[in-house]
């Protein structure tokens, strides 16, 4: 398990290596428009193309960390099997919906691979890359997730309890 928690330190790494060099490109952009009146035209796009792979990256790490959103007014409300069946269905609809994307970004990683960015000549498929990227470990950590309901529950039935 050591290794995952290498992994998950090096992508928070490379994400805020990417923020922070999107803020520098940024920043140097603003300043040549308005100091020097003179704009790079690649500093948009590889800024776009950071933006891009931050969110992606963000989100799977705030997968991982069960960071995102949710209402669990309901939820709360329920006895512990409910609970239980509520996250099970809820995980097997956002693996349907982590299929979809999987399936939907690879389409449009071969659609845009061959269609370069005008200033930088980067084929956009790269930029795309980070989707179905994504999407695959966040599916992983879900599959992992939905697992530790039914080990949770095989543990509780044995008298074992798991925090």
């Known amino acids: 398990m050591k290794i995952l928690l290498y992994a998950e330190r090096a992508l928070e790494l490379f994400t805020a290596f990417l923020l922070a060099c999107m803020a520098i490109i940024v920043f140097i952009n603003v300043v040549a ?14 800024s776009l193309f950071m933006f891009t792979w931050v969110v992606f990256l963000g989100a799977l790490l705030a997968f991982k960390r069960h960071r995102h959103l949710g209402l669990d007014i309901v939820i709360n409300l329920l006895p512990n099997l409910g609970k239980k069946v509520a996250a099970f269905i809820g995980n097997i609809l956002m693996a349907g919906a982590l ?46 997730d939905t697992v530790e309901i039914f080990q949770k529950e095989k543990n509780e039935g044995e008298g074992g309890t798991q925090c």
């Open 33 to 46: 428009r308005y100091v020097f009146d003179k704009a790079f035209p690649w500093n948009e796009e590889i």
């Open 99 to 144: 299929l979809i994307l999987i399936q939907g970004g690879i389409k449009f990683y071969f659609q845009t691979v061959v269609w370069p960015a005008p200033a930088t000549q980067i084929p956009y498929g790269y930029v795309n890359a980070v989707v179905p990227f994504s999407a695959f470990f966040m599916l992983l950590l879900l599959i992992k």
